[in-house]
């Protein structure tokens, strides 16, 4: 019945890491349990996978918040409702715009507004009213409704764990621990509670765990983790992918070395049949892709790290190191005993970072020119 979990990605506030926050749930006889992150969604994959792997159903939202004001949990009830989170999430951040009032949220997200925040008769279908255990006490006569649920945030592994969140908290803010606003804190309470607790302390009002365990059984997320997520073509076929890799990079081989260098070109066969048998042909067309747009926009960037040691990456354009002249050694970078794939590091602007990686013409067309 935890439906705001954070974890250390919830930037100097939470200080679980995702394996210690999954492991204190089993230790406490958690079932399921929602991750809720500040602002962000960074570690859903890795929540995921460590619940799945821990017997235990992952739940994925957010807790959004205009800088140390908490404005309402999105908890999605299935993908498509993860989906919208991340692009409502994108477009406020990318933008730097305050979060709404009212998201105006798709039918598949929960929004769990907090107590005294709405009006019941204002909710939408989709939202709720979030009651904290400890708040029950100063509630005089409350009678919950089908739109009211349990908010127990987990934020601290103890009460003792309290001192690093606040130590945290004024270093976010770049103050003393004595100015430390406690409104901008979490609260002591905000730990794990066992199942057997929290039904205790909502025993005057069952409604409320009721709706609660509704809430959570009717959210469910499908994450594939065996399945390779890469783009595995980038025009019309893998054969038609190697066919202009070759002719790029052979373009570019003159372009860097002239026509009569049998070294070079002894390499660059090489390079092209290890990347071709390894599958990893539609990997350099992309990079060549989103490098040839950046030279177009003119976009300053930088090609590092392992990629420089690869003839085609330089033949291409993606690097500007001379891996002949320095003699570097290609399967530093891709070989055919390397299980991971290789990673191009590509550094830009902060500037141009968001047009180069965010817009959608660089990945959803293929406008390489021959």
């Known amino acids: 019945m935890h439906l705001d979990a954070k974890t250390y990605y919830s930037f100097c506030f939470g200080t679980y890491s995702s394996t210690a926050l999954v492991e204190a749930a089993v230790e406490h006889g958690l079932a399921s349990l929602a991750l809720c992150n500040i602002n962000s969604t960074y570690d859903h994959w890795e929540f995921v996978k460590l619940c799945r792997e821990s017997g235990i159903k992952p739940v994925l939202g957010v807790d959004i918040r205009n800088t ?25 951040l990318i933008e730097k715009k305050e979060f709404p009032t ?6 598949d997200v929960f929004v769990i507004y907090p107590n005294e925040s709405k009006k019941i008769e204002e909710l939408k279908p989709n939202e709720r009213i979030g009651i904290k255990p400890y ?9 919950p409704t089908e739109h009211h649920v349990i908010h127990q945030p987990v934020v601290v592994e103890n009460k003792e764990h309290f001192y690093l969140h ?5 270093i976010d803010q770049n103050i003393l621990l004595s100015q430390l606003d406690p409104k901008t804190c979490c609260n002591r309470e905000d730990v794990f509670v066992s199942p057997t607790k929290l039904l205790a302390q909502c025993r005057h009002h069952p409604t409320l765990v009721t709706n609660t ?13 065996e399945v390779d997520k890469t783009r595995q073509v980038f025009g019309g076929s893998k054969e038609d992918d190697f066919i202009l890799l070759d002719k790029l990079a052979r373009s570019g ?23 071709n048998d390894l599958g990893f042909t539609t990997y350099f067309l992309i990079n060549h892709d989103m490098v040839r747009y950046a030279n177009e926009q003119g976009f300053y960037h930088v090609g590092r790290g392992s990629g420089a040691n690869s003839i085609v990456a330089y033949c291409l354009g993606i690097t500007d190191v001379d891996p002949m002249e320095l003699n570097l050694y290609f399967e530093r970078f891709l070989n055919p005993e390397r299980t991971s794939p290789p990673d191009f590091d590509i550094d830009f602007s902060w500037t141009d970072r968001d047009e180069v990686c965010i817009d959608p013409l660089i990945f959803g067309q293929n406008r390489v020119k021959i």
């Open 68 to 92: 140390a004001t908490h404005c309402y949990l999105l908890i999605a009830k299935n993908n498509d409702g993860l989906n919208w989170i991340n692009k409502f999430l994108s477009v406020h």
């Open 135 to 143: 708040e029950l006490k100063s509630l005089y006569n409350f009678t």
């Open 213 to 225: 365990y509704k809430l959570l059984d009717v959210c469910h997320i499908e994450m594939d983790f």
């Open 166 to 170: 606040c130590l945290l908290r004024a």
């Open 102 to 107: 009212d998201p105006s949220a798709l039918s």
């Open 253 to 275: 081989l003159i372009r860097r070395y002239g026509k009569r260098n049998k070294k070079a070109a002894e390499r660059l066969d090489y390079e092209l049949k290890v990347i």
